[in-house]
C-alpha cells in the first residue's frame, strides 16, 4: 500500500491496527540489544563487568541519540511534506539527514573514543571496573560511523508506509546480535569486547538491507542531489529536539544516579539498577513504538488539514498505552524474581534479593509513564518542539534529579521510587500544558478535517 493511500485513505482503527501492533513489536525488537548484552554480560563475564556495562551503557546510548536527533527530527517535516505532496522537498529532507548521521557518528565516535578514561574516572569506577569500562566504550566508538544509521532507517521505513518491512529488519537485527553475542563471548572469548562488537555487526548488516530499497528507489522517499541549508539542519534539530533531550537527559540522570549507587551501595547497587533499566526498557519500548509509529499518520494528516482524524488516532494511542503500560506493571508485580534473575550469574543471591524488591518499586512508574509519553510523541507529530521538550526534559532530567535529593533520605528505596513519584508530577505537567495550548487555539485548524477515510470510519 502506498504511504498517501495507507495514513490518508485508511480508515483511523484500521490504520492504528496496520501501524501501532507491528511499530510497538518493531521497536521492542530493536531494544533487544540492550537486554541480550546485560544477559551475556552477566551471566557470562562476571560482575564486574557487569557493573562496568551499566556505568559506560548511558554514554553509548547518548552517542546513539545524537543519530536518532536527526531521524526523528527528519522525519516530522517529511511527513508533513508528504502530506503536502511536497515530493522533491521530503526527498531533499531524507538524503540531508542520511548524510548528517554518518558524519555526525564519525565526529561522536572520535570524541567517545579518546574521552572513555576520563568518563570512567569521572564516574569514580577504579580497578578492573575501570578498564573494562574503557573497553567497552571504545568498542563502540570505534563502529559509531557505521552503526548510527539503523536508528533513523526505521523511521524512513515507515514513513513510506513499509511496516512490515521496518518491523521484519528489527527482528532480524535482533536476531543477528543474539548469535554474534553467542559467538563473540562463548565461543571466541573476546570479553567485555565481544558484546559491543556483536550488537554494532548486526546494526551494521541491518543498516545496509535497509538502504538497498531506497538506492534501487522503489520507496516513496528516494536519494537526490542534496541541496543543504542551515535552516534545514536547524529544522531537524528543532524537531528532532524533544527526543533527543529526553534520551540524553535521561542518560545524564542515569549517570548521576549511578555515582550516587556506587557511594550508597556499591557495585551491587550499580548492577541492580541496571537490571532494573533493562526490564522498565521493555514497557517502554512497547510505548515508544506504538506512539513513535504513529506519528507519520499524524504528521500526513495534520499536513492534509484532516484535524478530526489526528485526533482520532491520538485518542486510539492513549488508549493502548494505558493498557500496555498497566499489564507491564502487573506482569512485574507478579514474576520479579524471575525478571530479575535473566541478568544474574551463579553466586549473586545478594542482587537477586535487592533486585526483586526494588523491582516492586520501580514497577509503579507504570501506573502515569503512558500519558505523558503519548502527549510528547503527539506535539512531536505536530512539529511543537518546545511543550514536547519542556515534558521530555522534566521527565528525564529536571525532575528526577531534584527527587534524587529530597527522596534521598529513604536510601536506596527512595532511588527506586524516583521514576513512579516523577511520572506522577509529569503527567499533571501535560495536562497543564494541553490546556494551556488549548485556550491559545494551537490546535485550531482552519483546513477542511474531512479525510476520505472518515466516511467509513465507524468509531
Given at each position: ?88 522537498e521530503a526527498n ?297 521538550t519542556v515534558l ?43 490546556l494551556r495550548m ?22
Amino acid at each position: 500500500m502506498k504511504s498517501f493511500d495507507l495514513y490518508i485513505k485508511t480508515s483511523a482503527i484500521k490504520l492504528f491496527l496496520m501501524v501501532a501492533v507491528p511499530g510497538a513489536v518493531s521497536m521492542v525488537a530493536s531494544s533487544l540489544w540492550g537486554i541480550f548484552d546485560s544477559i551475556f554480560v552477566g551471566n557470562f563475564l562476571g560482575d564486574n563487568a557487569f557493573a562496568a556495562m551499566n556505568l559506560a551503557i548511558p554514554f553509548v546510548l547518548i552517542n546513539f541519540s545524537l543519530a536518532d536527533l536527526i531521524g526523528v527530527g527528519s522525519a516530522v517535516p517529511i511527513s508533513i511534506a508528504l502530506g503536502k505532496n511536497q515530493n522533491k522537498e521530503a526527498n531533499n529532507y531524507f538524503t540531508c539527514a542520511c548524510i548528517s548521521i554518518v558524519v555526525v557518528g564519525f565526529i561522536s565516535g572520535i570524541a567517545l573514543y579518546f574521552s572513555a578514561p576520563a568518563i570512567l574516572w569521572a564516574m569514580q569506577a577504579e580497578g578492573e571496573v575501570a578498564e573494562l569500562g574503557i573497553k567497552y566504550l571504545r568498542t563502540y566508538a570505534v563502529f559509531s560511523p557505521f552503526t548510527t544509521l539503523i536508528f533513523a532507517m526505521d523511521n524512513f521505513l515507515r514513513i513510506c508506509g513499509k511496516i512490515k518491512s521496518s518491523m521484519a529488519l528489527n527482528i532480524t537485527m535482533s536476531a543477528v546480535i543474539l548469535v554474534m553475542q553467542y559467538l563473540c563471548i562463548c565461543v571466541w572469548k573476546l570479553g567485555i569486547a565481544g558484546s559491543p562488537i556483536a550488537v554494532s555487526s548486526g546494526m551494521i548488516v541491518c543498516a545496509v538491507i535497509s538502504l538497498i530499497p531506497f538506492i534501487q528507489k522503489k520507496l516513496t522517499l528516494q536519494f537526490c542531489i542534496p541541496r543543504f541549508s542551515f535552516r534545514i539542519f536547524g529544522q531537524f534539530v528543532s524537531s528532532g529536539s524533544p527526543n533527543f533531550l529526553s534520551n540524553t537527559a535521561a542518560r545524564i540522570t542515569s549517570i548521576l544516579i549511578n555515582a550516587v549507587l556506587l557511594r550508597v551501595g556499591g557495585t551491587s547497587a550499580v548492577s541492580v539498577y541496571g537490571i532494573l533499566v533493562n526490564i522498565g526498557d521493555i514497557v517502554q519500548q512497547l510505548l515508544y513504538g506504538t506512539c513513535d509509529s504513529l506519528q507519520p499518520a499524524i504528521g500526513y494528516n495534520w499536513g492534509a488539514g484532516y484535524f478530526d482524524r489526528v485526533k482520532r488516532i491520538v485518542k486510539y494511542c492513549l488508549i493502548s498505552s494505558a493498557a500496555i503500560s498497566l499489564l507491564g506493571m502487573f506482569v512485574m508485580q507478579m514474576f520479579p524474581e524471575t525478571f530479575v534473575s535473566l541478568f544474574l550469574g551463579e553466586n549473586s543471591e545478594e542482587i537477586l534479593s535487592v533486585g526483586v524488591k526494588a523491582l516492586r518499586l520501580y514497577c509503579l512508574v507504570n501506573i502515569f509513564r503512558w500519558f505523558p509519553f503519548a502527549i510528547q510523541g503527539f506535539l512531536i507529530a505536530l512539529d511543537k518542539p518546545l511543550p514536547a521538550t519542556v515534558l521530555s526534559v522534566s521527565n528525564t532530567f529536571a525532575v528526577p534529579i531534584l527527587l534524587l535529593v529530597v527522596l534521598y533520605p529513604l536510601g536506596l528505596n527512595g532511588i527506586w521510587l524516583n521514576s513512579a513519584v516523577t511520572a506522577l508530577i509529569v503527567s499533571v505537567l501535560a495536562i497543564f500544558i494541553l490546556l494551556r495550548m488549548k485556550r491559545r487555539g494551537d490546535f485550531d485548524s482552519n483546513a477542511s478535517t474531512e479525510s476520505p477515510a472518515d466516511k467509513n470510519d465507524m468509531v
